[in-house]
């Protein structure tokens, strides 16, 4: 099993930024991919980010040029930065890990960012 523990999320005005941080209790050197995924209230799960282990990054259309995916090996850590924050970027954001060898796909328990004046 795999834990992964999103924290960042917050409340923040239109225009700004939040870094959003995923830490995993296993090695994410050689994973196949992570992920962001947001929810917003009476929406479908969307993937807004992802990276595998060579670092190969897609966004979601909406989020191109304002969110950059990142990842610290050394801490098994994947990062969300989210620049020019909308009121339509607010939603629950979940974390995800596809790692090789296993037949789990692994999900954070959420984290709120709520953009808002």
């Known amino acids: 099993q795999v834990q992964l523990v999103e924290s960042g999320g917050g409340l923040v005005q239109p225009g700004g930024s939040l870094r959003l941080s995923c830490a995993a209790s296993r090695s994410i050197a050689s994973i196949n991919s992570m992920a962001w995924y947001r929810q917003a209230p009476g929406k479908q799960r969307e993937m807004v980010a992802t990276?595998?282990?060579?670092?190969?990054?897609k966004y979601l259309d909406s989020v191109k040029g304002r969110f950059t995916i990142s990842t610290d090996n050394a801490k098994n850590t994947v990062y969300l930065q989210m620049n020019s924050l909308r009121p339509e970027d607010t939603a629950v954001y979940y974390c995800?890990?596809?790692?090789?060898?296993?037949?789990?796909?692994?999900w954070g328990r959420g984290t709120q960012v709520t953009v808002s004046s």
């Open positions: 990276i595998t282990s060579s670092s190969s990054t």
């Open positions: 995800y890990a596809d790692f090789p060898y296993d037949a789990y796909d692994y």
